[in-house]
């Protein structure tokens, strides 16, 4: 659904995006992260015919997205960081203007918006001027207007930003949503915990390049290693850090609990559990630790 091949583009000297190339199929959701400054931005605009590369090549659904450009902005919908509402407008005025734009039916424009309308909690500020909008409900009317055409492909800027959790939550279920009726979506975030959640497929971009892709437990276990176990015991431990020493690598430890780091767990895990038993120790749990996509972020920009 999305293709990018080698894309760059400059602004004089400064080389913003670095021979970027990406593939997102059809219903995939991909999350762009990266530091302020990156290239995800100006990525996304080349990719929705807002700017135009330098050189290099990108397509949505198969249209080029220079030679293309009007039959693009028709199948996509563009969620930007700073998204320049028409403050003296009504809500629904503004959803009128923007479904004109995009050819579609008065009724279509009048179902479509109170559908999305009342999905976002808007419909009743719907006749009230944007200006009297908090900025959460702001936020929530631009990705309303980006969803009103019903696109196939959605970029989407920092979508849940100046959201109270509810709304937040609201806006996660309704990508969720689309990802099942096999919507495409680029995702640009900061929020990892919501990258993770919602994204089948992250790419981290620095310095305007992509420097490492995949599912959030890919990158976990290419960047991360091994999986970080703890075991609890209904005791002190009793010397089960040396039991341990020289088979595993133990990272921390308490009481009557310690974390280690093992290649194999499905192999040590029953063996140390069968030889804890032998020696009638009460294990209370023994577990992986879920490691976070924070984990993963830091790891690459420490690097």
């Known amino acids: 659904m999305i293709e990018a091949v080698n894309l760059i583009k400059k602004f004089g000297n400064f080389v913003a995006v670095n021979d970027i190339s990406l593939n997102v199929p059809e219903g995939e959701v991909m999350a762009l992260l990266g530091p302020n400054g990156a290239g995800k931005t100006t990525t996304v ?22 030679t293309q450009a009007k039959m693009v902005r028709r199948l996509i919908g563009v969620l930007t960081e700073f998204p320049g509402l028409y403050e003296r407008m009504t809500g629904m005025a503004y959803l009128n203007f923007f479904g004109e734009l995009q050819g579609m039916s008065a009724e279509s424009i009048r179902q479509r ?20 909008y908090s900025k959460g409900m702001k936020q929530k009317l631009t990705l309303v207007r980006a969803m009103l055409h019903d696109p196939q492909v959605l970029f989407l800027d920092e979508p849940t930003s100046a959201m109270d ?11 969720a949503h689309l990802r099942e009726e096999k919507r495409t979506i680029v995702l640009c975030t900061h929020n990892l915990a919501e990258a993770e959640q919602l994204a089948d497929r992250i790419a ?27 075991i609890r015991l209904a005791h002190t431990l009793n010397g089960l850090a040396a039991h341990l020493e020289h088979r595993v690598k133990v990272v921390a430890q308490g009481e009557n609990w310690l974390r280690y780091l093992v290649a194999n767990p499905t192999q040590f895990n029953p063996m140390l559990l069968s030889e804890l038993a032998q020696q009638q120790v009460s294990v209370v749990t023994l577990s992986e630790v879920p490691r976070s996509l924070e984990e993963v972020y830091l790891t690459i920009v420490e690097q």
């Open 45 to 66: 605009r080349m990719l929705s015919s807002i700017l135009k590369p330098t050189s290099g090549q990108a397509r949505i659904a198969g249209y080029d997205t220079v």
């Open 113 to 132: 918006s109170e559908e999305l309308l009342k999905r976002f909690e808007l419909w009743e500020a719907h006749d009230r001027q944007i200006g009297k």
């Open 165 to 175: 959790p509810h709304s937040a939550k609201l806006v996660r279920d309704s990508l």
């Open 204 to 230: 981290i971009v620095r310095h305007g390049k992509i420097i490492t892709e995949g599912t959030p437990s890919e990158l976990k276990q290419r960047l991360l290693g091994e999986p970080l176990m703890e």
